[in-house]
């Protein structure tokens, strides 16, 4: 990987298709590993959203965990005097028209802003819900994301909606036959995940069909703040992390930060990102001084526990690829010496699919990304 590679490669994580779910050959590498265990499927797919009301006209819809890596982000209505902003739309136009009904229940004011966090599409594709019920709402983001919404985010969901279907008669061939691609014979624990994916799949093609783009219209560098009436949202960039272009939306008054793919529960995501900015930029969010934290996956937080482990984790990955470099390790070596066993045991547990997520979208591109971080400084 070159260095102008690292500082602009920005593509979405080989969990991939685990949360944002493109390459489907890397998610049936990451369900063979899984079947290769006896362990059970724990979290199946359901694919619903929870109404949570987290402070005075602040109500999040905390999308549901999965164990088949089609996943959706959160989203997040902030409703004030004159007018509702919108955090993300979800990964699902469905998913987004129910939550535009609840709103609309909630408040006679319209939905004025929409905000994203980033450009990954399962934050986005409920964009052209939110257009059609709200022909006037500003679609506003950081300047990079709303380029990669434009050039990359289109692509990626594209190829998860002619790639689907295909996949899906894979995994249906797969049960059928009771064995997997390799040969080995099914069993029903491993029946039953395949069945949970399949379910999964065939409730999220038909979705991913029906994105329409929304480029947002409106893009700030640093910070820029909207006014719903007496409540002051701050919409601000603090630095790269997950992404280049990462938006960090706080609530003063309520004390309501939202943080997108910074904080994903329960298990981080470090494709494409920049460890030691990312390390940073969640010191300065903490400095905030909220006290809810509102994740780009995951339930609300109303303290850092959660928080500090993913800065804790990226601080250990990097302090170990610092060493492997000053020790002229090659990037195999590396991956080699740095032991993430600890780490996965405290995000995942015993939890296979957890595993299988942490393993697949944060400790192989984590290593790499921390190692040519540390490469390059160290040719400085």
Not at 170 to 192: A, E, F, H, I, T
Not at 265 to 293: E, H, M, N, R
Not at 324 to 343: F, G, N, P, W, Y
């Amino acid at each position: 990987m070159s260095r102008q590679a690292l500082k602009h490669s920005q593509h979405v994580i080989p969990r991939a298709e685990f949360a944002r779910g493109i390459r489907f050959s890397l998610v049936l590498a990451a369900i063979a590993s899984l079947l290769s265990s006896s362990t059970r499927a724990e979290n199946a797919p359901t694919h619903t959203y929870q109404s949570v009301r987290v402070a005075d006209g602040i109500v999040a819809f905390i999308a549901s965990e999965s164990n088949t890596g089609i996943v959706s982000g959160n989203c997040i209505a902030i409703i004030g005097d004159d007018g509702v902003l919108v955090v993300d739309s979800t990964s699902f136009p469905s998913h987004a028209r129910q939550i535009i009904a609840e709103i609309r229940q909630m408040t006679n004011q319209p939905v004025r802003f929409l905000v994203h966090t980033h450009w990954h599409p399962d934050h986005l594709m409920g964009d052209g819900e939110f257009r059609a019920a709200f022909p006037g709402v500003a679609v506003i983001s950081t300047a990079f994301t709303q380029t990669a919404i434009a050039e990359l985010a289109p692509k990626y969901i594209k190829g998860n909606a002619e790639q689907g279907a295909a996949y899906a008669a894979s995994l249906r061939k797969q049960v059928q036959d009771g064995k997997d691609d390799s040969g080995k014979p099914l069993n029903d624990v491993d029946k039953k995940y395949l069945a949970d994916y399949i379910n999964s799949l065939d409730f999220a093609i038909p979705e991913y069909q029906q994105y329409k783009a929304v480029i947002p219209n409106v893009a700030f560098n640093d910070s820029l703040t909207i006014s719903l009436g007496k409540r002051q949202v701050q919409l601000l960039f603090l630095g790269r992390g997950n992404t280049t272009g990462d938006g960090v939306i706080f609530v003063p008054d309520a004390k309501v930060v939202m943080t997108g793919d910074l904080i994903v529960w329960p298990t981080p995501y470090s494709y494409g990102s920049f460890l030691s900015d990312w390390i940073q930029t969640l010191a300065k969010i903490k400095a905030l001084g909220a006290s809810t934290v509102i994740p780009g996956h995951g339930p609300v937080q109303h303290d850092y526990a959660y928080f500090d482990q993913v800065s804790s984790a990226l601080q250990y990955v990097q302090s170990q690829a610092q060493s492997a470099v000053a020790h002229h390790l090659s990037l195999e070596d590396t991956r080699k010496k740095i032991d993430l066993s600890d780490l996965e045991k405290k995000f995942c547990g015993t939890d296979r699919a957890r595993q299988i997520a942490f393993k697949a979208g944060f400790t192989d591109q984590a290593i790499e990304r921390a190692y040519y971080e540390a490469k390059f400084a160290a040719e400085d």
